[in-house]
């Protein structure tokens, strides 16, 4: 297996405008970045991710960008962000940007000039489409509920939007639109980035026919399941569509392999065996892909929406899947939440009496498997869903969009709010909670999404001064990962896969082998290491029960029967011993 600085490396998710204001008109910035450097260095983290910090009208938060190539008011300027770069840059960090090139905003100048006739020279920089019988060219869903098609009345035709309707997608099949793509990405990275996250880019190439949704492979489901709308997923048909990796590697070849970068790409239901196609070494795509098999198990039949509580037996068969099949072949990036998602503690944690060893045992899984690991901002302090009072305190376009379109289908509004706690964008996108002040310390000023009342207690204020605080413990595994080769490059293999209370696994590297143990649930467990597996002075490396990361505990450790072990409610345990 090949090394590299990015399989090495830990990745820090910053969601701009959530992260700091120093301004006080209640937007996250990039001075409020750059007051927060040390911060990160602190923590130990290698690279940023940032979400879109360009010119948007923000209908999505920046996933709208009207110009690529300049900052966005709100955000500060284009000084602001090269001194976040040379910031990073002089501590030894990286900084990756969002690339959001399945589409643009409709106040894009390209898209201005498209929708102005058929014949404008823009007109094929976007999907436009003539109604049929009245209606859309198609019957796809849009993601963020409706259809996927808005009319146009200059020219009396449809374009195409997969997200909403400020989000038109860009038409890959024209190579212009290529071409100004990879001339745009050459102008970042000659600035000196160090890389690029591609927003939804299994989704940039569709089949040109765009049949019904359930025109074609009957045989197949249409990958995610509709919602009460009369339009249909049409995944099928643009899911790593006809040409999606021959784009790739034509960016590849043009653009990416001329860097030192690395690239991660979301790819929206994606198998292990499609993520394998992007990844593959020797196939010259991408580095990572996100995929989203976790972030579907606690879906039922209906949808994201569609509550329904995940068993740990299928967790692990997911990521088992996704270790064994991409070893020696390509890289994975691990991540248990972002800015799309609900919080990790909340999620698959305890959030209320055991949120700091939930959170530590959750944080020992992603630092610990094969692959890259994303931190989103606030999981370090264990931050938390939210449950707004309102419906109108909620800013999310996803949220809203599908808020009315249940309530129009009669859904009850008790039943939406429910599903809207537990699974709304917004409860990640709450302001970082740097201390106990009125506004949490983000902001002098009136914050644009509430501050999650908790943040009383939960604070990086706290987290800082406590020395057993989530915060210090994922620093702690961070530098582990950096001492030892065999929690980047060892193996993985799953022990006791269909236990639905412990997660245990074995790595193994040259004269090595590491044993994770963690606990899932709020109740002691005992657990056996299989007969099979034979271990000699096992030294602990760290643990979340046992005081200063298990530091009580490892003292005695040579003799530790891990044949036999008791574990406290949500217990990580990490062993390390040479064969
Ligand atoms: C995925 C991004 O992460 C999400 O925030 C956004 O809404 C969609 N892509 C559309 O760009």
Redesign the pocket.
Known sequence: MNKTWWKESVVYQIYPRSFMDSNGDGIGDIPGMISKLDYLHQLGVHVIWLCPVYQSPND??G?DISNYQDIMDEFGTMADWEQLLEGLHQRGMKLIMDL?V??SSDEHAWFAESRQSQGNHYRDYYIWRPGKDGREPNDWAS?FSGSAWKHDEVTDEYYLHL?SEK?PDLNWENPTVREEVYKMMTWWLDKGIDGFRM??INLISKDPRLPNARDGIPEMGTGEPDGPSRYHFGGQHFVNGPRVHEYLQEMNEKVLSRYDIMTVG?AVNVTPQDGALYVQEDRHELNMVFHFELMRVDAGPGGKWDLRPWRLSEIKSIITQWQTLLHNKGWNSNYLN???QARMVSRFGNDTTYRKPSAKMLGTLLHTLQGTPYIYQGEEIGMTNVKLPSIDDYQDI?TLNMYKEYSAAGVDHQQIMESIYVKS?DNARTPMQWDDSEHAGFTTGTPWLAINPNHHDIHVKEALADPDSIFHYYRRLIELRGQNDIIVYGDYRVLQPDDEQLFAYIRSYEQQQLLVVLNFTDQPQSFQLDEDVTYNQPELLISNYGGDHGRELAEASREHDLHSLQLEPYEARVYLWQM
């Open positions: 999505d938060n996933y959001v399945n589409h993601f997200f989000q927003d939804v979301e972002n800015h799309d996803e964008r």
